[in-house]
């Protein structure tokens, strides 16, 4: 598409006859009125160009000195729906929109074009059809001359280029950058990536992809509208341009995905860090005209060579590992690893099975108790969703419930748990109140109210004995609903709770605006309040003051041991719900409590527990020398773990710890005893973005392929010791350590 060109006045008219057109009009329009008449009289030329004219591939036009049109071809005033001799006279410009769009290619305005008297080629103007009909024309024109060379107006002609247009538009897009954001297209990325890819791998380098999907913008968009959504994008794109480094491309592929390419980067913990920078600058909170909102980002990664040599292979691995992230609860990043192929398969028999889990009676609700921390006394309970499924056993309500939330089936099951709650609560003795969760996908739902109002008809429980818990995620909108659903509860009588204070973007402004009675602080931020070295332990006591100012009780989650009650008391929280107390019970078992007036609690439960270290049991690999030993694995950490099923290992002894799919640990022995041992990691391991640890580095698959292995991605599983250099001649060592074969543990291995 070219610029228009604009040329200067010419003084005089050359009398050149080009077009058998030109001279047509240049003849019959020397005087000011309306041409038409005179235009077509019986010449052939007059007949070629009606004939041209019908044809649709072009329209002609002419205007006088004051710009006023004095012929336009028929076709023009049926693309306006006017009529034709209401044209005549009128002002050239009302053929087209006024208002260039934002964006377009508009370069220069008519009015400018035209004052030149001079000719001009392809000026491209949006045609003033009716709404819905979009057209693009492109004018060309040349001036008309009077006897005396005075300017007498223009004739030109006219082409419809709307296809072209959107061709060239498309193919923008396509080629070059997104036009919403700025940054590179899907199909810019798709390219680069490719390109990158092909020559890493001559080059035995390697790249990682991060996948990015924002969580919540579909609320947002929903809720504020469409242009504010876009305007949510490019601040957000903005942002991912800030965290990015220049030589990384940082693309958007659609919606409300984005992806970035990190050449030369492998190293686990380096890009660990990177997603936790994006995701924590996505969520920091926006402003968009003028309204308050705040999502969130979920990150997937992806290293080539490791989890995929091609783009294609790479992007699916990079999929998974988003899918992983958004499940393990959004806000989070994950690096693929093939288990999620796993996991993935799994989610989905899970969804499968949930659909009929309620009609097969599979589904209950369980109560733990909330008490008092002054007292030791029950206060209430809150109602937790419980499955026992018939192959799985209990599966956790932090599997199942995002679960639902995906697959559209948390309504039915919320609805469930609240009218069960209320009718359980109702038949207890006593006064004690039930807490009932609510998902922000229930509170943006049309009809929670009255839901709520027919449960509590129902079961006859008195309205100040339920208690609603509401994530501050239904704040994320902040539209004028949240405002009147809260108004509307606290109208029936119901209290209400802020629920997981301080996992997401916590804010004590929704404290003073949102008639909250109770704020639950999250089982993370107390734990690492009771560990110690960070603010959270004053942060708590100034939720604590705010909400002591305004009337509220707080609830701590999740404490597990004496030392964190004992902190808890300190800081002046006024309940605590976790485990030094009481686990979820049965209805039946709260049923009883309730009218024996069983309601003291003594707390009970370690003094502290190290939470850095997970028991688990898992067969891994280690290495010594030129031979590899099957070992159980029964505790983990970052720097260290604890191995069975060698016996007599010396101290110091040094092992390559193999944790299968290329990930190798240096450790030293630093603790024998019998058949188990400590080992410290010479480096220490990294968060795998979910309960997970990992290796920063892994095997390279081009050190493998050079070992004799098929270029390939990493495969599960463990491999082959690869002869790092020891001359084969000399032959293979004896092994140094006894192992025993199928011990008790080993075989508890799954
Ligand atoms: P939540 O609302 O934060 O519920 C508290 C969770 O912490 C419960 O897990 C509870 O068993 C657990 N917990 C309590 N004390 C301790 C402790 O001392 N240590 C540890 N490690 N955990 C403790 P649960 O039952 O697995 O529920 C998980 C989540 O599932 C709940 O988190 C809630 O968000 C969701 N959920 C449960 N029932 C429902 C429901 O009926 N509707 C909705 N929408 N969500 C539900
Ligand atoms: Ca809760
Ligand atoms: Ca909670």
New binding site residues.
């Given amino acids: 598409m070219s610029d228009p060109v604009v040329e200067e006045p010419e003084n005089s008219e050359p009398a050149r006859p080009e077009t058998g057109w030109r001279k047509l009009v240049g003849a019959k329009s020397g005087a000011a009125k309306p041409a038409k008449v005179v235009l077509y009289e019986n010449s052939n030329l007059a007949q070629l160009a009606r004939v041209f004219e019908e044809s649709g591939a072009g329209w002609f036009w002419s205007v006088d000195e004051l710009q006023r049109i004095t012929y336009v071809s028929p076709y023009v005033a049926k693309k306006l729906g006017r009529d034709e001799k209401e044209l005549l006279g009128q002002p050239f410009q009302s053929l087209f929109q006024k208002d260039a769009q934002p964006g377009e290619l508009i370069t220069r305005s008519l009015p400018f074009v035209l004052g030149k008297r001079g000719r001009f080629a392809n000026l491209e103007l949006r045609a003033a059809t009716p709404e819905g009909d979009e057209c693009w024309w492109s004018i060309s024109a040349r001036p008309i001359s009077g006897p005396d060379d005075s300017f007498r107006g223009y004739w030109g002609n006219g082409l419809d280029v709307t296809a072209n247009r959107r061709n060239t538009a498309e193919s923008l897009r396509l080629t070059s950058s997104d036009t919403l954001t700025g940054l590179a297209s899907r199909h810019k990325m798709g390219q680069r990536l490719e390109a990158t890819l092909t020559a890493y791998r001559v080059a035995k380098r390697s790249c990682a992809l991060m996948m990015i999907d924002l969580d919540r913008f579909k609320h947002v968009n929903d809720t504020l509208g469409h242009p504010a959504g876009d305007e949510l994008l490019k601040q957000a794109a903005q942002r991912l341009r800030r965290v990015t480094n220049e030589k990384w491309e940082v693309g958007r592929l659609g919606g409300d995905e984005f992806q970035v390419i990190v050449p030369d980067v492998d190293d686990r913990g380096t890009l660990g860090d990177v997603a936790m920078r994006i995701i924590a600058i996505i969520s920091q909170p926006y402003t968009i005209d003028g309204v308050r909102c705040v999502i969130g980002a979920s990150v997937g990664v992806a290293i080539a060579p490791y989890d995929g040599l091609a783009s294609d292979e790479l992007t699916r691995s990079a999929d998974l590992a988003l899918y992983a992230a958004k499940n393990d609860g959004r806000g989070r990043y994950r690096f693929y690893s093939s288990d999620l192929h796993d996991e993935a398969e799994d989610r989905r028999q899970i969804e499968d099975d949930l659909r009929d889990a309620l009609a097969r009676g599979e589904i209950s609700?369980?109560y733990?108790p909330v008490v008092d921390t002054k007292t030791n006394q029950i206060s209430g309970f809150?109602?937790?969703?419980?499955w026992n499924h018939p192959e799985r056993g209990m599966v956790?309500?932090?599997i199942f419930?995002p679960v639902?939330?995906d697959a559209n089936l948390?309504a039915p099951?919320?609805e469930?748990?609240?009218r069960q709650?209320c009718a359980d609560a109702a038949s207890w003795e006593g006064s004690a109140r039930v807490a009932?969760?609510?998902?922000p996908?229930?509170f943006e739902r049309e009809g929670l109210v009255s839901m709520v109002a027919s449960a509590l008809g129902n079961s006859g429980l008195a309205p100040d004995r339920l208690e609603l818990?509401i994530?501050e995620s239904v704040f994320m909108g902040e539209g004028a609903d949240t405002d009147a659903t809260f108004a509307a509860l606290k109208k029936l009588g119901v209290r209400l709770a802020l629920?997981?204070f301080g996992t997401g973007y916590s804010s004590l402004g929704y404290l003073k605006s949102a008639p909250f009675d109770k704020i639950?602080i999250?089982?993370s931020f107390v734990c690492d309040a009771a560990e110690g070295g960070n603010r959270n332990a004053a942060l708590i006591a100034a939720i604590v003051s705010l909400a002591e100012v305004l009337g509220m009780e707080t609830t701590a989650?999740?404490?597990?041991t004496l030392d964190t009650l004992e902190l808890i008391r300190k800081l002046r929280v006024s309940h605590v719900?976790?485990?030094?107390y009481s686990?979820?019970l049965d209805n039946d078992e709260i049923a009883r409590r309730m009218r024996e007036q069983d309601i003291e609690i003594k707390p009970s439960?370690p003094k502290h527990i190290r939470s850095d270290r997970k028991t688990l049991f898992r067969k891994i690999g280690v290495i010594h020398e030129d031979h590899r030993y099957e070992v159980t694995m029964r505790n983990l950490s970052k720097s260290g773990a604890l191995i069975e099923g060698l016996i007599d290992v010396p101290m110091g002894t040094k092992f390559v710890v193999d944790f299968s799919e290329g990930q190798l640990a240096v450790a030293t022995v630093v603790r024998s005893r019998g058949h188990s041992q400590g080992l410290r990691f010479e480096v220490p391991l990294i968060s795998d973005g979910s309960v997970g640890l990992c290796t920063r580095h892994r095997v390279s698959p081009y050190a493998l392929a050079a070992a004799g292995m098929p270029l390939a991605a990493l495969p599960p599983g463990q491999y082959p010791l690869v002869n790092n250099g020891v001359d084969s001649k000399k032959g293979f060592s004896l092994p140094q350590f006894a192992q025993i074969e199928g011990d008790a543990n080993s075989r508890r291995v799954a």
């Fill in positions: 609700v369980a733990q809150e109602a937790l969703l419980r956790p309500p932090s419930i639902a939330e948390i099951l919320g469930w748990a609240l709650a009932v969760n609510v998902s996908i229930q818990e994530t629920d997981d639950k999250d089982q989650e999740g404490v597990e719900q976790g485990y030094v686990r979820a439960g």
